[in-house]
């Protein structure tokens, strides 16, 4: 999967969101999982966001220990907090979804009107669009220097 780019929406009043054309047809069968992270909604495809996961427990040459009761208890915390959703015939998504997991989910991330959709590679993101034009202007001399040879 590979997903670039951003761009602003605007919620409608049922905090539907209709997703990029070009990042709709990474969804083959019209399903994805969100999850509230940090800062901004994650997107996955079902498989996307299975390798993710095992991402966090197979570093080093070791794989997800399922008698180790920390890694047991991380995993179900992430795939606890993954909400599935389908994308509807007009290409949207209903973000009101996530509060059913998390009801305070959206209100934490600013997730009411003004968004913006950023392609991550296997991912998307959905931010409160103030928070990602700040956290962008805030990286605009660490890009220079990754860019142009300083070292980070």
């Keep these: ?16 969101l209709t997703l990029p054309a070009n ?3 990474q969804f083959d069968d019209n399903q994805l999982l969100l ?12 498989e996307g966001f299975g390798q993710w996961v095992n991402s966090f427990f197979e570093k080093d040459g070791k794989k997800f220990d399922a008698g ?9 915390k992430l795939t606890g907090s993954a909400v599935p ?19 305070a989910a959206r209100t934490r991330l600013g997730l009411d009107r003004d968004v913006t959709v950023v392609g991550v590679e296997d991912h998307f993101e959905v931010w409160n669009t103030q928070r990602w034009e700040e ?7 660490d890009l220079d220097e990754l860019m142009f040879g300083a070292e980070l």
Excluded at 35 to 46: C, Q
Excluded at 136 to 141: E, F, G, I, R, S
């Design 35 to 46: 999850i509230p992270l940090k800062d901004a909604l994650y997107g996955f495809t079902p």
């Design 85 to 103: 959703v389908d994308i509807d015939s007009a290409g949207r998504i209903a973000l009101g979804k996530v509060d059913a997991c998390d009801a």
């Design 135 to 141: 956290q962008q202007a805030n990286l605009a001399d």
């Design 1 to 16: 999967m590979y997903l670039y780019g951003s761009k602003r929406y605007n919620l409608d009043a049922k905090a539907r």
């Design 68 to 76: 180790n009761r920390r890694h047991v208890d991380l995993r179900r």
């Design 23 to 25: 990042y709709r047809k």
